[in-house]
Each structure stands twice: as C-alpha cells, then as structure tokens.
C-alpha cells in the first residue's frame, strides 16, 4: 500500500504538490524606440532647435523599419511647413531630405549625441534648390524622457 501511494504521490504533476508560490510571468518587453528614449516608434515627437540662424520646431515620427517622416517650421516665420522624409541608419546618423511645396529643396545630414538627459541630433542642410551650394548648420533637440 505504502509503494502504491508513493507511486501515485510521484506521478502528480509538480506544481500541485509544490510548497512554493506561483511565480507571476514576467512584464512583455516594452516596443522598439528611437533613440533611446520610452516613447515608441510610430509616435510623433518633437524637437526644437535651429536651421542656421532661426529656431525651428521639428516632428518627426520613426518607423520600424528605419525610415522617419515629418515637418519642420520656423515659429518666427510666416508659418511655411517644410516635409520631411529620410532614414536612420540605426548608428546615430540620419539623412533627411527636405521638401518646400513638394518639391525636393535640401538633404540634411545629422549624427546623435546624448548628454544629460538630452537627445541632440546635429549636422548640416545642404540645399538643393538653388544654383550656389548653400550649406547651413542644424541641431534639434528633446529631453529623453519627454
């Protein structure tokens, strides 16, 4: 009888005959982000920093797969929109090109930094609708957390 009940006893599963809790299963992990930040790719964030010497603001939404879409405005100026396209190489650069009016008018090259809690992206806009090579300096900023 003795063996018998021994015999049941070790065929129960484990976790009825276990003296431990259950263990909660552990949290998902959190999505992809930008640039190490907690805001999830495929969420507009803002920027603001300046095109030469203007302050501009900027928005931009990252995707999955690298590519990142906005807009950029001087709020000094008259209100004009300037699109945004490009791609992030994942290696804290990224290369946008700028549209006035849906035509092609600049490529903006930038590198990220870090420092402080702050996310800079920095660099040059070259522009490409006009005879002479007009080269301006960029830099855009946002609080990583924010």
């Not at 263990?23 to 999830?40: E, F, R, Y």
């Not at 929109?81 to 791609?87: A, D, S, T, V, Y």
Request: aromatic letters at 6%; glycine letters at 8%; a neutral charge.
């Amino acid at each position: 009888m003795k063996n018998k009940l021994l015999a049941v006893l070790l065929l129960l599963p484990m976790g009825l005959v276990a003296c431990a809790p259950p263990v909660k299963p552990p949290a998902p992990p959190l999505p992809p982000t930008d640039d190490a930040s907690i805001t999830p790719i495929g969420t507009a964030q803002t920027y603001v920093g300046s095109v030469g010497v203007h302050s501009a603001v900027f928005v931009l939404t990252w995707q999955p797969d690298g590519n990142v879409v906005g807009h950029y405005y001087h709020p000094d100026n008259s209100g004009v929109i300037f699109k945004l396209k490009g791609k992030n190489t994942g290696h804290g650069e990224l290369v946008l090109t700028e549209y006035a009016a849906d035509v092609q008018s600049a490529i903006i090259t930038l590198k990220k930094t870090t420092s402080r809690g702050l996310i800079v992206w920095s660099g040059k806009m070259h522009d490409t609708d006009k005879h002479d090579s007009h080269v301006l300096d960029v830099s855009f900023t946002r609080k990583a957390d924010a």
